[in-house]
């Protein structure tokens, strides 16, 4: 039997979505939004503009329970639980390919699309305040060209497996990242890893450095003016698992052994072969347990001409 063949066995039809299972990874579920869903949840927002939710936080809220009121309040319920449950903790939403069809590329599709990203943010938690964009979401450009302080905007270098939140001071439950727009684009897949997978978690979650603070800091372009310390490992779930804070570009060791523990786990963690990759098309989300999966992003193909938009949410749970 096929992978092709195994995934159209696991379609679930839900009220307004269907839920799957992607051919990476059984871990992450992909929830397809129907064109009709969409068409319902527009009509039930069209007195809220994108200025509306960013200056009335009341309102994100308002959103959320309308998405969730066009599927008959079974898509919040599903991605509580597919964020709570250790086993899954990562959902790919995509809509249908009627509704891709209808897209546009235009200012007016793109602020759509953070009013969506902001109804599933708030069905499973609530979004932090990014420092780097000023708002509760943030929006970025990958171009061709960059001289940007972090890899975060340069296309044609991977960025390395991480766990966002670890050089703030808010705690990052969730990270949210939709795909607004792209042109002349080859690679620069999402990276995915759950920290079970990895084929050396127990080496590294067991290592004397393993608990041991270690100083996080970031570049100006983040516009976080302070550092924090915690370790890698900072805690464990309800069932005694590990969470995991790491990110190999804000990393400050303090001495040889924090050093070495750091550059030793970034080189397991970029060979484990347990790594793969997610194509995000424009209008689809990608939404990851921060403490329990790693996500980076692969390089791009060289081309004058290329430009992709990313929308990130983090935030925390608050069930």
Same mark, same amino acid.
């Not at 920290?195 to 800091?217: C, N, S, T």
């Given at each position: ?15 307004? *979505? ?41 309102? @994100?809220?308002?959103?959320?329970? %309308? ?55 708030? &069905?499973?938690?609530? #979004? ?23 890899? &975060?905007?340069? %296309? ?14 808010? @705690? ?20 995915? &890893? ?6 050396? &978690?127990? @080496? ?26 915690? #370790? ?9 698992? #590990? ?56 390089? *791009? ?19």
């Amino acid at each position: 039997m096929n992978i092709a063949t195994v995934f159209n066995q696991n379609v679930q039809e839900r009220s307004g *979505f269907t839920i799957s299972l992607h051919p990476e990874s059984p871990r992450l579920q992909v929830v397809t939004l129907a064109k009709s869903t969409l068409d319902a949840f527009v009509d039930l927002i069209q007195d809220y503009s994108l200025q509306s939710l960013e200056y009335k936080p009341f309102l @994100r809220y308002a959103v959320a329970d %309308a998405l969730d009121k066009v599927c008959d309040y079974q898509l919040g319920k599903f991605l509580v639980e597919t964020m709570e449950d250790r086993e899954t903790g990562a959902f790919l939403l995509e809509p249908d390919a009627d509704a891709k069809a209808a897209f546009e590329d235009s200012d007016e599709q793109r602020d759509f699309f953070v009013i969506l990203s902001t109804a599933i943010s708030h &069905l499973i938690g609530i #979004p932090n305040f990014d420092a780097m964009y000023g708002k509760y979401y943030a929006r970025f450009t990958v171009k061709n060209d960059d001289n940007s302080d972090s890899y &975060l905007r340069q %296309a044609h270098r991977r960025m390395e497996l991480h766990n966002d939140g670890t050089y703030v001071n808010e @705690r990052t439950d969730f990270v949210l990242m939709m795909k607004m727009d792209e042109k002349n684009m080859q690679m620069g897949d999402s990276l995915l &890893l759950h920290v079970d997978d990895w084929g050396d &978690l127990e @080496r590294f979650y067991h290592h004397p450095m393993a608990k041991q603070d270690i100083v996080w800091g970031a570049p100006p372009s983040k516009n976080v003016g302070y550092t924090i310390e915690h #370790p890698v490992f900072f805690e464990e779930d309800k069932n005694g698992k #590990p969470h995991m804070l790491f990110i190999d570009q804000f990393a400050q060791p303090q001495n040889m052994q924090q050093g070495l523990y750091l550059h030793q786990m970034s080189e397991s963690l970029e060979s484990d072969e347990s790594c793969f990759n997610v194509r995000v098309n424009v209008g689809s989300m990608l939404v990851v347990q921060n403490h329990c999966w790693l996500h980076g992003r692969d390089k *791009f193909v060289a081309d004058p001409g290329l430009k992709r938009e990313l929308l990130r949410q983090r935030g925390h749970f608050t069930r």
